[in-house]
């Protein structure tokens, strides 16, 4: 395969994640669109790894896998926190929380 076939599909994979993001309501669905937008830059990192033969890039993958599995934990257990305390997760009415 070409490495602009691969390229393509970064920037597809990130243009989906950056509409779900904007467009969804759901709290779950938002970090959702979050790690598909983290996937194309993975795609992307090595892609250009491939193309320069350089490990670099595969180096920065995995340390973005692995900041992605954190930013997950923390996301899901404030979206649980959330909703015990609001019984929601829409996007929306969080600007509503006040201490």
Do not use: K, P, W
């Not at 692995?66 to 015990?84: D, F, N, S, T």
């Amino acid at each position: 395969m070409l490495v602009n076939q691969f390229l393509l599909l970064g920037a597809f994979l990130f243009c989906t994640g950056v509409y779900g993001v904007l467009a969804r309501r759901n709290a779950v669905m938002v970090l959702m669109s979050i790690e598909l937008m983290l996937n194309a830059v993975n795609i992307n990192l090595l892609t250009f790894g491939y193309l320069h033969n350089a490990v670099s890039g595969q180096v920065f993958a995995l340390f973005i896998i692995a900041v992605a599995a954190a930013e997950v934990a923390v996301g899901l257990a404030i979206i649980l926190l959330i909703y015990r305390n609001r019984a929601s997760i829409n996007v929306d009415e969080l600007d509503l929380m006040r201490g």
